[in-house]
């Protein structure tokens, strides 16, 4: 079993960043592909960003494409999504999570609780 701990939300500004983190608990995190989802109030969990367990091969949903940058260091068992240039639309949970790298929700079986993220316009 992995636990996984999201850092890092918070409330910003349009046009502002924020760092996600994702702590794992333990060393297999390195074997996992790492998703990170979000969550906006009466929508559906949507896909933003995964990275194979070596950290390559990263994707990007459309919406975050050249705003989000997805990253891991096996070394520290984290990982993490810098995000740049927010908008008030970002504004959901963000979720990061382990297993199979895919763009889909079901693929991944480890789950982190959600952090929050605000972005007030």
């Known amino acids: 079993q992995v636990q996984l701990v999201e850092s890092g939300g918070g409330l910003v500004q349009a046009g502002g960043s924020l760092r996600l983190s994702c702590a794992a608990s333990?060393?297999?995190?390195?074997?996992?592909?790492m998703g990170w989802f979000r969550q906006a109030p009466g929508k559906e969990r949507e896909f933003l960003a995964d990275i194979s367990p070596s950290g390559g091969k990263p994707d990007y949903a459309d919406s975050v494409q050249g705003r989000f940058t997805i990253s891991r260091d096996n070394t520290k068992n984290t990982g993490y999504l810098q995000m740049n240039s927010l908008k008030p639309e970002d504004t959901a949970v963000y979720y990061c999570?382990?297993?199979?790298?895919?763009?889909?929700?079901?693929?991944?079986?480890?789950w982190g609780q959600g952090t929050q993220v605000t972005v007030s316009s």
């Open positions: 999570a382990l297993d199979r790298l895919s763009r889909l929700s079901r693929s991944y079986n480890y």
């Open positions: 333990a060393r297999t995190f390195r074997l996992y592909a």
